[in-house]
């Protein structure tokens, strides 16, 4: 399956700054990648869809001025938390999608402290 | 529209007993399943997944499920479990077809299993 990466594995950062978070497929060239947030012993919520090339949609109730995502090449999704604050501490993972039936390749995950 | 229900949020078994994790979907179209293991502090790895075909999947590490649709269920079994099986399941469901929910994963609430010695 294909090798997914995150940058850093753990932040933390003060309230009102912003944040980069890093997903990169090793072996894949992903069109599709997904972002999700898991909060403490929660599963996880999908925040949206990164399309290389073109505009990530988002989930319902996920601001998209808040949380910018960037799908410049078939390897790259950057998360761009922004204006942070501490009710954005979470775990955020990102996983990468051939399409169709296959499946979900996740990453390590990303774990945010907002002092 | 999609859900998954995993019926148990922890479940708890002695070494070398039957494994059992519940789980229930719903779907407007034809579903793909998936159960997924996390250890702490890590992301998800794929056990198992049921797209088209057989109905009894089997997956990493000894686990296996099967897909039934008249029963809306792709419960996960192992026969014996070991320490190392100690972890967080999800159950997951995507759309088998276009749409706005293709591809798209829908967690369950996840079961943490525990392995006594």
């Known amino acids: 399956g294909a090798v997914v990466s995150q940058h850093p594995s753990r932040v933390i950062c003060k309230s009102g700054t912003s944040v980069k978070i890093e997903c990169r497929s090793l072996?894949?060239?992903?069109?599709?990648m997904f972002w999700y947030r898991q909060f403490p012993k929660q599963s996880l919520m999908l925040m949206a869809t990164s399309n290389e090339g073109s505009k990530a949609t988002y989930e319902q109730g996920v601001e998209k001025d808040k949380f910018l995502i960037n799908h410049a090449s078939l390897t790259l999704s950057t998360l761009t938390v922004t204006s942070a604050h501490p009710e954005d501490s979470s775990f955020y993972i990102c996983s990468v999608w051939a399409g169709g039936p296959y499946e979900q390749y996740f990453g390590p995950g990303t774990r945010l402290t907002v002092t | 529209a999609q859900s998954v229900t995993q019926l148990g949020s922890h479940v708890s078994v002695s070494e070398g007993a039957l494994v059992l994790l519940r789980c229930n979907y719903s779907s407007s179209v034809p579903p793909y399943l998936f159960w997924y293991v996390q250890y702490p502090n890590q992301g998800l790895q794929l056990l198992l997944k049921y797209t088209t075909g057989a109905t009894l999947v089997k997956g990493i590490n000894g686990f296996e499920a099967e897909f039934k649709k008249s029963e809306t269920s792709f419960h996960l079994t192992k026969p014996s479990a070991h320490m190392s099986d100690a972890a967080e399941y999800f159950c997951a469901v995507s759309a088998a077809a276009g749409g706005t929910s293709y591809g798209k994963l829908t967690f369950g609430q996840g079961t943490i299993l525990t392995v006594h010695p």
């Open positions: 072996d894949f060239q992903a069109t599709t």
